[in-house]
């Protein structure tokens, strides 16, 4: 009698989500080390200028997956943090040179206790045949999100200017040695650098690579750290996402009432500068650009004048 078949068994894989190797696969099975770097004679061989000979040491012992450095020139980072020695579990990002790496979880065929490495290495290489720069670092921001990949770039003091693609529209991001100097959107200079940081956290999809350091100066230089940055940006997304049911479209337009029956000295300086920028601009998302006050305060004053019947909605 035959017996049951067997139910694919789960294991670890280190899934190259950005970087040279981008769309490479690495399983690590069970007691069993692999050794990360530049060395041919490794098993996961990542040829790239900032990867050491023998850059990291990964392995799964007694249900625990742990990486340690070994003494590589440009270190090893998880989840932003540089580590000497790290316990891994899935959904950790791990950065070693210029490549990005996910922890995941993958099913083993049954009667398999580990998938093909050989396999796994020519994928990898068939991967990196694909790249056009061995520095150019080029990934999704719907699997790995902008914000953590800020702090990664932060923590390892990374230069260079970070391109963000969502939909129609394209971010910069300048960073010296990981500290964001300058960012845009579009080109447009009416929304200034936090404003435009601020509003490219909120982007959930599109691709992202990082070019070459521009050393060009800005009359609007940063000098906020990149962790405070971070910090304040994601306090505006939260917002920004609480008050998103209320909020109108960016197609939409904001008219002014006719007859006006609320007076306007009752308006507040600002609440005063967003009625008049609405009288002339009219359609929500030119608002929102053409304002001096961040998206998220941009917003609340929006909220309140239409509240308030100083303004109202048309589709």
Same mark, same amino acid.
């Given at each position: 009698?035959?017996?049951p078949q067997e139910a694919p068994k789960k294991q670890f894989a280190l899934?190259?989500?950005? *970087?040279?190797?981008?769309?490479?696969?690495?399983?690590?099975?069970?007691?069993?080390?692999?050794?990360?770097?530049?060395?041919?004679?490794?098993?996961?061989?990542?040829?790239?200028?900032?990867?050491?000979?023998k850059h990291a040491r990964i392995s799964w012992n007694n249900d625990a997956?742990?990486?340690?450095?070994? *003494?590589?020139?440009?270190?090893?980072?998880?989840?932003?943090?540089?580590?000497?020695?790290?316990?891994?579990?899935? *959904?950790?990002?791990?950065?070693?040179?210029?490549?990005?790496?996910?922890?995941?979880?993958?099913?083993?065929?049954?009667?398999?206790?580990?998938?093909?490495?050989?396999?796994?290495?020519?994928?990898?290489?068939?991967?990196?045949?694909?790249?056009?720069?061995?520095?150019?670092?080029?990934?999704?921001?719907?699997?790995?999100?902008?914000?953590?990949?800020?702090?990664?770039?932060?923590?390892?003091?990374?230069?260079?200017?970070?391109?963000?693609?969502?939909?129609?529209?394209?971010?910069?991001?300048?960073?010296?040695?990981?500290?964001?100097?300058?960012?845009?959107?579009?080109?447009?200079?009416?929304?200034?650098?936090?404003?435009?940081?601020?509003?490219?956290?909120?982007?959930?999809? *599109?691709?992202?690579?990082?070019?070459?350091?521009?050393?060009?100066?800005?009359?609007?230089?940063?000098?906020?750290?990149?962790?405070?940055?971070?910090?304040?940006?994601?306090?505006?997304?939260?917002?920004?996402?609480?008050?998103?049911?209320?909020?109108?479209?960016?197609?939409?337009?904001?008219?002014?009432?006719?007859?006006?029956?609320?007076?306007?000295?009752?308006?507040?300086?600002?609440?005063?500068?967003?009625?008049?920028?609405?009288?002339?601009?009219?359609?929500?998302?030119?608002?929102?650009?053409?304002?001096?006050?961040?998206?998220?305060?941009?917003?609340?004053?929006?909220?309140?004048?239409?509240?308030?019947?100083?303004?109202?909605?048309?589709a």
């Amino acid at each position: 009698m035959a017996s049951p078949q067997e139910a694919p068994k789960k294991q670890f894989a280190l899934r190259f989500i950005s *970087g040279k190797y981008q769309g490479g696969e690495f399983p690590i099975a069970a007691d069993r080390e692999i050794y990360i770097g530049r060395s041919n004679e490794l098993d996961v061989v990542l040829v790239e200028d900032m990867v050491s000979r023998k850059h990291a040491r990964i392995s799964w012992n007694n249900d625990a997956l742990i990486i340690e450095d070994l *003494g590589s020139t440009n270190g090893t980072f998880v989840n932003g943090e540089k580590i000497k020695r790290a316990r891994l579990k899935e *959904g950790d990002r791990v950065l070693v040179g210029t490549s990005i790496v996910r922890v995941a979880m993958i099913d083993t065929p049954a009667g398999m206790s580990t998938a093909n490495e050989a396999e796994a290495r020519a994928k990898l290489q068939t991967a990196a045949t694909r790249s056009t720069s061995v520095k150019t670092m080029t990934g999704s921001i719907d699997e790995l999100p902008l914000v953590d990949l800020l702090q990664l770039f932060a923590t390892s003091k990374k230069s260079g200017v970070l391109v963000v693609t969502h939909d129609d529209d394209v971010g910069r991001l300048f960073l010296r040695k990981g500290q964001i100097a300058f960012a845009s959107i579009n080109e447009n200079t009416e929304l200034g650098p936090l404003k435009s940081i601020y509003r490219l956290l909120t982007w959930d999809t *599109g691709t992202f690579e990082m070019q070459g350091p521009d050393d060009r100066e800005f009359a609007e230089e940063l000098s906020l750290s990149t962790e405070a940055i971070l910090m304040e940006g994601m306090r505006h997304l939260d917002e920004v996402r609480r008050l998103q049911p209320q909020l109108p479209a960016l197609t939409a337009r904001l008219v002014v009432p006719q007859p006006l029956t609320p007076a306007l000295k009752d308006l507040t300086e600002k609440e005063l500068v967003l009625f008049q920028l609405a009288w002339n601009a009219g359609r929500v998302g030119t608002i929102l650009d053409r304002s001096r006050f961040s998206d998220l305060e941009t917003w609340e004053i929006v909220l309140k004048l239409t509240q308030k019947q100083y303004l109202r909605v048309e589709a």
